[in-house]
């Protein structure tokens, strides 16, 4: 993975859930809220679980871990302070991304998983391009859901991130 790769997959992580957040705030808390039979069961779980998940990643590339011993845990019951968190962790993930060196994606990345414990070993580059993809996976999730309460999130195309040069 390039280095401008991860400095552009960062900030299309912000422009996505910069959408993805404006579009939930058009709903009531119990919509948000609502069990959609999605696989973190609503919006908010989805939303909290992108904001777990990127905090455990994030943890691990700055050597830190995030303390999470579940990754349906509901980090913030209250969407505008769940918005907040969001805001502060997407910071911290494009401060990552601009910092990031050939060195340290050329390295291994040590961690233990949330769901199995044991020691692993991966290379950075490989974990990083999960990081983002993970992302991409769950706001696909959410675009479904936000769908079903008439929400259009509008283009999500990464060649469509603004200032990207693409379409």
């Avoid at 913030?76 to 340290?104: C, G, K, P, S, Y």
């Amino acid at each position: 993975m390039p280095i401008n790769q991860a400095r552009t997959l960062a900030r299309y992580n912000r422009w996505m859930n910069d959408k993805f957040y404006a579009l939930s705030s058009q709903l009531t808390d119990a919509q948000r809220k609502q069990d959609c039979r999605a696989y973190f069961k609503s919006i908010h779980g989805t939303l909290n679980h992108l904001l777990l998940g990127d905090r455990i990643w994030l943890g691990r590339f700055e050597g830190q871990p995030y303390p999470a011993s579940r990754l349906d845990a509901e980090l913030f019951a209250d969407f505008e302070e769940l918005r907040v968190a969001r805001l502060h962790t997407d910071d911290r993930i494009q401060a990552w991304a601009n910092a990031v060196t050939d060195e340290i994606l050329n390295a291994e990345l040590h961690y233990r998983s949330v769901v199995n414990p044991a020691p692993r070993s991966i290379p950075m580059w490989l974990a990083v391009s999960h990081f983002f993809n993970h992302q991409t996976h769950h706001r696909g999730q959410l675009s479904t859901l936000l769908s079903q309460f008439g929400l259009d999130c509008g283009v999500t195309d990464l060649l469509w991130l603004p200032d990207a040069g693409g379409a």
